[in-house]
Every structure is written in C-alpha cells, then in structure tokens.
C-alpha cells in the first residue's frame, strides 16, 4: 500500500521539489490539463471584453495550480509569445522580462564599477 505524502506547500519548499522531481514533469501536474486549451489562448479577432474575462478565467485556474512558478519560468525562458501561462498574459511577461534585463543591467554596472573602485 502506498503511504501518504506530506501535502505539497510552494516551490520553494525542498520537500515540495524532491516530491516534483520523483512525479517527472512538472507539466503532468499542471491545473490547466484538466481544463478547456482555448481558454489560455485567443482565439482571432477576439473583442477585448471576451479576451479579458477569458483571461481571467486562465488566471483563476493558474492560481490554484501547483506547479504555477514552474510553468511561469517556463514561459519566460522560451520565451512564449502567446497564452496565459503561469499566471501571466503574454503582455505581462514582457513586462518581466524587460525588469529582468534592467535588473540584469543594472546588476552588471553595479559589479563592473565595483571591481574597478
């Protein structure tokens, strides 16, 4: 009989990681396998009303998902141009990635003008 596992917290906890890394991918556990694709992604010519609500819809199911930070990274890396992913519209991640390239920069101005002061 398999025993019980110890409720999963975030991603940051490191018994939440080993359980991650022994279930295999982090997309298998993903609340949005269980949900209608279409609602992550536009469909053409969407009015701006409908596009909102869906992506709010996407967003309420992301944030019940468990492996959110994962698929969040995910889209980011890629990067993805498209869809609601981890919680994000494709907008709002552009918007990280661009803080993460000032942050990055600035980060790099910081160690450059330390190592030559």
Known sequence: ?????????DA???SYRHH???AGPWHAEAACRRDEAGMFFAP???PTAARLSREEAAKQVCARCPVMLECREHALLQPEPYGVWGGL???ERRVVLARR????AELQRTAQVAAVG
Not at 1 to 9: A, F, N, S, V
Not at 101 to 104: L, Y
């Open 1 to 9: 009989m398999l025993q019980p596992i110890e409720p999963l917290r």
């Open 12 to 14: 940051t906890t490191p």
């Open 20 to 22: 991650r890394d022994l």
């Open 101 to 104: 390239r000032r942050r990055d």
């Open 89 to 91: 519209t494709a907008a």
């Open 44 to 46: 053409s010519k969407e």
